[in-house]
């Protein structure tokens, strides 16, 4: 069973910048480098959405058009850990958000839906002051 355990969360001003993490464990029978993942994000009152996916090798990505050129998504094999550098925030981009893992994926593949993801995170709350 893959675990993921979100970090970095909180409060910041507008214009400031957060970086979030997620590290994966329990890999008992596969790699890490088996999973493409992704990080998703709910606002209150909203459906949970995609935000950003990076695929097994990190050699592709995919973000949702408001995040383009503000988020970064990266990750590295030999620690079963991803982060999202988010810059330039605004009020929008509050919610709690979540990291997942998606396995059986081509190594070119960076899903954005979310019933494709088997594993999730409980989610870090970050919060943007206008």
């Known amino acids: 069973q ?5 970090s970095g969360g909180g409060l910041v001003q ?3 910048s957060l970086t979030l993490s997620c590290a994966a464990s329990g890999l008992t029978f596969s790699s890490f480098s088996s999973y493409a993942m992704g990080w998703f994000r709910q606002a209150p009152g909203k459906e949970r959405e995609f935000v950003a996916g990076i695929s097994r090798s990190g050699n592709f990505k995919d973000y949702t058009d ?3 050129g503000r988020f970064t998504i990266s990750r ?3 620690k ?5 550098q988010m810059d330039s ?3 929008d981009d ?3 958000y979540y990291c997942a893992a ?6 070119f593949s960076v899903p954005t839906l979310r019933s494709t993801y088997n594993y999730w995170g409980q989610g870090t709350q970050v919060t943007v002051s206008s």
């Open 102 to 107: 998606a396995s059986g994926r081509l190594q």
């Open 2 to 6: 893959v675990q993921l355990v979100e």
């Open 89 to 91: 925030l605004n009020a």
């Open 94 to 96: 509050t919610a709690v």
């Open 14 to 16: 507008a214009g400031d």
């Open 76 to 78: 590295d094999n030999a």
């Open 80 to 84: 079963n850990t991803i982060w999202l």
């Open 66 to 68: 408001s995040v383009k």
